[in-house]
Each structure stands twice: as C-alpha cells, then as structure tokens.
C-alpha cells in the first residue's frame, strides 16, 4: 500500500473510532442482512420487542407462546447481556422469550414470506399468531422458516423462546464464560444476536445455491436448489462486471441438481488487497414471466495447494492475519453498526494485515461481505470450546457446522477451513468426521482439523502450531529448526509420536504467537510485558521478522487485533482506538516474505524405520516403558556445578517422569523449578545423527555432562522433536554419562519429559 492511501486510511480509522460508541438508531442495524442472497421485497424486524428470562423454563405452560405480554423490552438484534439491547443482564440465562407483531406490507401480499434469523444462541422454538413455525439447534448460523400458512390480515404475533445452556457441554459456546468474564473467556451472548426480518419469494424460489470459481476456464461452476412446486420452470444464471453483462445460462430447473456452467467473456481475477466482485443474478421464470429473483456475488478465486505453498490464483502470498475475535464493548457479539465491521477490516489492514483467523466465532455475512469488498482474506472456525465431545452429541455439532459451510462456501475472502482450536486428544473422533464431511461440502478450499495442539487427520493438507514464545531470537530459532530437524519422522515408535506436529511437507502457518500485553492494568497480556514502547516495537517486530524470514511457512496469525475484555494483548484498545504508530506497524508486518521471494524448500520424505542402522535409546521418556528409569529431582536450587557428571545428586529424591501438574504427570511438581539427572551408558560407536524428543512447560536446558546441548524459553504443547547431533557429539563419552536438566515454570501448568536418542 502506497503512503497516500494508507494515509488516507489512517484518517478515517481515526473518524471511525467513534463507531462503537453510536447508540442503536430506532431501527438497529438496518441493511440487508446477507448481501450475498439479496431479494428486493424484505422488511427487517429489528427494534424493540418484548422480553422475559424465564429462570424456571416452565413459559410455554403459563401460556407465553401466544398471546400475552412480557414484563420487559429489548432492543433485537442486541442480546440481553449487551448495553445495546437496553437490558444488560450479566447471570444465566437458561430460558429467554421474545414477542412483537408486525403488519405485512402490502408489497408481500399473495407472495410465500420467509421469516430469516441471522443467529439465535442455542435453541429456539419461533410461534407465529399462536402456532409453531419451526425449531432450530445451533447458534451460530442464519435459518428461516415459511410463515405464510399461519399470516392473517391485521396483525401479526411473533414469539420466540431460546433456549441456552453453556455450562452443560452438550453445546459448543467459544469463549463465552460459563461463569464469569475472565482469563480468556468473557461475557455471554443469549438469544436473538442477529438480524430478524421477513423475505417475499415466489411460489417456487431458489433456496440454496453453490457457486465454485473456476479461474483456469474462465467460468463460475454453479449448483442450484429450488423449492417449489412448480412445473416448466427455467433457472437462468446471469453475471456481470460492473453492470454488463458477461456470461448467462438458462437450464430446465428442478427441485434439486440444477447445475449450470456461466462462461465469462471478461477475466478479473480476485486477489487479496486487488478484489474484483462479479454480480450475479438468478431468475426463476415460468412462461416468460419471473417467479422468483434473487441477487449475489462471486470472485474468480482458486486455492490450490503446492508441496508446502498454498497458492491463490496460482500465487504465493503470505498469509499476515491477525486474530479477530470479534466481540464489542456495547454489543458483545453483535456489532452496533454495519460500518464497525467494515471498520474492523480496516483497522487491521492498516496494521500491515492481509487477512484474519475469525477466532472461536462464525462470523455474520455482513463481516464475510466487506471481507470480500476488501479482499481481506479469513479462515472460518468453529466455536468449539465449551463442547464436551462426548458421541451423544455429534449430531447437533455435525448439522450445525454444516449449515455453516453451506451458508458461507461462496465467499472468496475464506481462504480455509478450522471447525476445531486447541481441542485435545478427546476430539479426535469428532475431528477426523468434521474432515471429511467438511471436504465432502467444500472439496475447494484446505481444511485444517483443529488449530494447535492434537492433530488427529494422519494424511493432513495443512498443519499448525500455536507458540507463545516472548523472545524473538529462540523464536526464530524454534521455527527454522523446525523445517531442518528432519530425524523426529524417522524415529522408531514410541518415539515417533513425538513429530506428530512436525514438518511433514505439508503447507504449515503458526497461527498463533505475540500477544504481546500493553497497558495491562486490571487485565493480562502473554509473557512479561514491555516496559517502553521501543521495547515493545523492537519485540513485535522481532517475532514477525522470525516468520516472514522462514521460506517455508505460508502464513502467520497475530494475538491479537482488538483487547477483548480483561485479555489486553489487542494492536487496538477494546474501543478501537490504535494504541501505537500505525505506519511503523504496517512497515513492520507488510514486507516481503521470503516465502514469497523464494519460496518453501523441497521436502525430502523420512527414510524408513527399517534403516539397517537402528537408533540407541540413551534416555527413554515416558511412553518409552522399556527403557525409561528414575530420575534423581530437586526443587531446591542447587550449586552452580550441578550438571557436571561428577556432581553427587545421591541426597535428591527419586521418581519417574514427566514431572508437573498438567497432562497427567507421574510425579506432581508444582514449584517454580525443578532440577533432574540421570546416568546412562553409551557404546561409543560413530555419532551420526541424535536426537531429543521432548515436551516442556516452560523455559528448559538440557546439559549433558556438563555441557549445555539444548535449551529453550516458552513452552510446547506436546512432545517434539530436535536435532542435537552437533552439540551432543562434543559432550557425549564412551562409557557412562549424566543428562542434567532444568526447566522454569512462570505462569500456568508445569511439565517435563523428555528422551534422548542417537544413531551410529
């Protein structure tokens, strides 16, 4: 971005600033709820409704589905717990009900009406003048119900009741708290969060459509749904680029498998930062008279994926995202204003960003809209923390995020697919299921199973990782190795498990790191906090260089773009206001990648485990039964020469490892440090390769003999592995030897295991 422009935008950041503190207008949120799915004949109902928690969930037998006041007012699409909403009710609200009447306009008259909800947390039950009009699981994406056999002439009664119960388990909430707002959880979202409005369609309508971009041809592949039941229909597809029109199709249309190919006469490619929006129009006609029309969009995109490079119309681009976890100050979940989510894009872009993982939230279509306006590229996720993952509850999990998918594929700015964050061991089923369906809905787009920690899929497209590490040096070094180490994908098992988020030739993004707290008072950030803001430019800038320098990462994703709450590591105050030079930032994050210069390495295959010449266990960790022993421990600090080998350790105490608090340790450390030694014997044959799989919670040396061979600051969140061939081959003796090691915990659960491995 050339500096006038981005001067221009940093002018406007600093108009729009004011957003968030707009009060909701008579009619909240005004616009078209879904841009991408646009009928002329709508009418929203957002503005004031009647509202009641219903703490007891006995309201349908005291006869609240029909016909009776609520004892209070709301303002939809605000949830209770928001300043907008006008109610700002904080504790549990297991049962909430709605009611308001409207009178349909004249224009809907004779036509089928749709009543749309863009998102109602958990589950509802919606009542139209007294009759159930349908139910609805899940709460994060938009569905509709045909109201038209239950309207009457005059008015009209809508009531809802939502059902919400985030500690249960049995329902996926993302980061909003079961209890209070705190760590990285914050305030809940119950009920109506969303746009509500009513949507005149013909007799028979296209209700759901797929639009596949195919770029190399110069096309747009389309898959079409009609709902009706009409006979000798014709489904036309017709684009446009910038009002002409360039390419139309007209088929003989069915209920389903309506598949049309629209041939475009102009080529604009959509790229990030360089967007180009095709409109689209579907008509539905009968005897050369309409039935049904509606408008959307579509961008010439292709994602494809090249050894380790994932690649957007054929080009390299590094993905800069930033984590957006879109919540805001007076509307929680909801943004006050269409013009705050265009704001947000904005903000981040100004930053030096291209794109953002849309964390633990799915995203409205309005975001989605201005994300593709902007050609701001997303990941779509899920919001899965708060599931239990037990198997009784697949299905609700299953049909949810397969109405996000189908809601949201035809979107050029998701650039990928993460149903799951962080999810642990426990989800591996759920993963492995939401994989292939998820391909199976979307074969266009990388799927990435969960976002850090257990990678369940064995044969993945992408992987990740998530690191926290505050020094940038170690930083760098963790990540380069990490593409060098080679040696932990041909360890024999058990040991191998330790690469399982290891280099496997497949495109890999850390996508999550910094975080880097700032004005912290009364809130937290990662790691110790910069004391000037030199410090924190010189430490920013450190950990994005340590990722653009690596060549064979695709991306990265930046904690985080706004604070949210107590959590204060945002580029921005909760408020939106900048809390640093924005033109240094944007220098900063903006340059060139060597991934884009020169690209990713070639990844050469392991060799196999039956290589002639087997590896030697010098130290078995944990899952290493054969071969792991006791360790000698101390908490206590000890003299300087500890990791010498002839330093005596017979007065510490004996155990097995791992050591810590979390991930099920053998022997319980919960100090700030804890030093270990072991003895163990080698042969003295030739060193040409070793290896240390380990798992640290947090910052660890390891020493043998007294020679320092490994060390790290931060923390992983499992084992991995590293070469040390180098700095073991000075220290290690034919003979007996001793491994010294010692790790210190800041913050957080304590954990240590590790194994030491060498090959002649």
């Known amino acids: 971005?050339?500096?006038?422009?981005?001067?221009?935008?940093?002018?406007?950041?600093?108009?729009?600033?004011?957003?968030?503190?707009?009060?909701?207008?008579?009619?909240?949120?005004?616009?078209?709820?879904?841009?991408?799915?646009?009928?002329?004949?709508?009418?929203?109902l957002n503005g004031e409704w009647q509202f009641q928690i219903d703490q007891a969930g006995d309201g349908a037998q005291r006869g609240l589905t029909a016909g009776k006041d609520l004892d209070s007012k709301i303002t939809v699409p605000f949830c209770p717990e928001s300043k907008l909403?006008?109610?700002?009710?904080?504790?549990?609200?297991?049962?909430?009900?709605?009611?308001?009447?409207?009178?349909?306009?004249?224009?809907?008259?004779?036509?089928?009406?749709?009543?749309?909800?863009?998102?109602?947390?958990?589950?509802?039950?919606?009542?139209?003048?007294?009759?159930?009009?349908?139910?609805?699981?899940?709460?994060?994406?938009s569905f509709a119900f045909d109201i038209t056999p239950f309207l009457r002439a005059g008015q009209n009664e809508i009531v809802v009741r939502a059902f919400d119960d985030t500690a249960s388990g049995k329902q996926p909430t993302g980061k909003q708290t079961h209890t209070i707002s705190e760590g990285c959880v914050y305030t809940r979202t119950t009920g109506i969060w969303q746009s509500v409005w009513l949507e005149a369609v013909g007799s028979?309508?296209?209700?759901?459509?797929?639009?596949?971009?195919?770029?190399?041809?110069?096309?747009?592949?389309?898959?079409?749904?009609?709902?009706?039941?009409?006979?000798?229909?014709?489904?036309?597809?017709?684009?446009?680029?910038?009002?002409?029109?360039?390419?139309?199709?007209?088929?003989?249309?069915?209920?389903?498998?309506?598949?049309?190919?629209?041939?475009?006469?102009?080529?604009?490619?959509?790229?990030?930062?360089?967007?180009f929006l095709y409109d689209l129009k579907f008509t539905l006609s009968r005897n050369g008279k309409t039935v049904d029309a509606v408008a959307s969009y579509f961008g010439l995109r292709k994602v494809s994926i090249q050894g380790r490079a994932i690649l957007i119309n054929g080009q390299r681009v590094f993905q800069r995202t930033i984590l957006d976890q879109g919540f805001y100050p007076d509307g929680i979940w909801t943004a006050p204003t269409d013009a705050a989510l265009k704001h947000d894009i904005e903000l981040s872009m100004a930053a030096g960003y291209n794109g953002a993982r849309l964390h633990q939230k799915v995203f409205e279509p309005r975001f989605l809209y201005w994300a593709d306006k902007l050609g701001y590229l997303v990941w779509g996720e899920f919001p899965n923390w708060g599931f239990d993952y037990a198997p009784t509850n697949y299905a609700n999990y299953i049909n949810e995020w397969t109405e996000v998918l189908q809601r949201d594929r035809n979107h050029p700015a998701i650039i990928g697919w993460c149903p799951f964050n962080e999810s642990g061991?426990?989800?591996?089923?759920?993963?492995?299921?939401?994989?292939?369906?998820?391909?199976?809905?979307?074969?266009?787009?990388?799927?990435?199973?969960?976002?850090g920690w257990s990678h369940t899929v064995s044969n993945p497209e992408i992987r990740d990782d998530h690191d926290y590490n505050q020094v940038p040096e170690s930083f760098k070094r963790r990540w380069m190795e990490f593409f060098s180490a080679g040696s932990g994908s041909r360890l024999p098992s058990p040991?191998?498990?330790?690469?399982?988020?290891?280099?496997?030739?497949?495109?890999?993004m850390v996508s999550e790191f910094g975080g880097i707290g700032w004005a912290t008072t009364g809130g937290w950030g990662y790691g110790n906090g910069p004391k000037t803001e030199e410090e924190f430019y010189t430490r920013y800038a450190g950990l994005v260089d340590a990722l653009l320098d690596n060549p064979d990462m695709f991306g990265f994703c930046y904690t985080q773009l706004t604070d949210v709450e107590q959590e204060r590591n945002g580029l921005y105050f909760y408020d939106r206001r900048p809390k640093f030079d924005l033109k240094r930032l944007h220098a900063i994050t903006s340059r060139a990648a060597a991934y884009e210069k020169i690209g990713p390495h070639s990844?050469?295959?392991?060799?196999?485990?039956?290589?002639?010449?087997?590896?030697?266990?010098?130290v078995g960790f944990a899952a290493d039964t054969a071969n792991a022993r006791p360790f000698h421990f101390t908490t206590n600090a000890p003299v300087a020469a500890w990791p010498a080998q002839t330093f005596y350790d017979g007065a510490w105490a004996t155990a097995f490892a791992p050591f810590g608090t979390v991930n099920n340790p053998k022997t319980t450390w919960n100090t700030s440090d804890i030093w270990l030694r072991q003895s163990f014997e080698w042969n003295g044959e030739n060193l040409a390769e070793a290896a240390l799989v380990i798992a640290y919670d947090e910052d660890t040396e390891v020493y043998v003999n007294g020679l320092m061979i490994w060390n790290r600051t931060g923390y992983v969140n499992g084992y991995e592995t590293f070469a040390v061939t180098d700095t073991l081959t000075g220290a290690l003796?034919?003979?007996?030897?001793?491994?010294?090691?010692?790790?210190?915990?800041t913050v957080g659960g304590q954990f240590i295991d590790l194994g030491l491995l060498v090959k002649p």
């Open 733 to 745: 003796r034919r003979g007996a030897n001793t491994i010294a090691i010692h790790t210190h915990q």
């Open 204 to 275: 028979s309508f296209v209700e759901n459509f797929s639009v596949v971009a195919d770029p190399d041809n110069s096309r747009v592949l389309i898959e079409a749904t009609v709902n009706g039941a009409d006979t000798n229909l014709l489904l036309t597809a017709e684009a446009f680029a910038v009002g002409k029109s360039v390419g139309k199709e007209t088929i003989a249309a069915h209920w389903r498998d309506n598949r049309l190919v629209v041939n475009l006469s102009e080529k604009k490619l959509w790229m990030p930062g360089s967007p």
């Open 603 to 618: 990844f050469h295959p392991p060799t196999s485990v039956t290589d002639p010449k087997p590896w030697q266990v010098l």
């Open 85 to 141: 909403s006008g109610i700002g009710h904080y504790g549990l609200m297991t049962n909430v009900w709605y009611r308001r009447t409207f009178e349909l306009p004249a224009s809907m008259n004779g036509q089928r009406v749709r009543l749309h909800f863009g998102g109602v947390d958990y589950q509802s039950w919606v009542w139209v003048n007294g009759q159930l009009a349908g139910t609805h699981v899940g709460g994060n994406v």
């Open 495 to 508: 040991y191998s498990r330790g690469s399982g988020s290891g280099d496997l030739g497949v495109p890999f």
């Open 1 to 44: 971005m050339k500096s006038a422009p981005l001067n221009r935008l940093l002018a406007s950041l600093l108009l729009g600033a004011n957003l968030l503190t707009v009060r909701a207008a008579e009619v909240p949120r005004p616009e078209h709820p879904r841009p991408d799915a646009f009928r002329e004949n709508w009418l929203t």
């Open 425 to 451: 061991a426990a989800a591996g089923e759920i993963q492995r299921i939401i994989f292939r369906e998820t391909k199976a809905v979307d074969p266009t787009r990388p799927v990435l199973e969960t976002s």
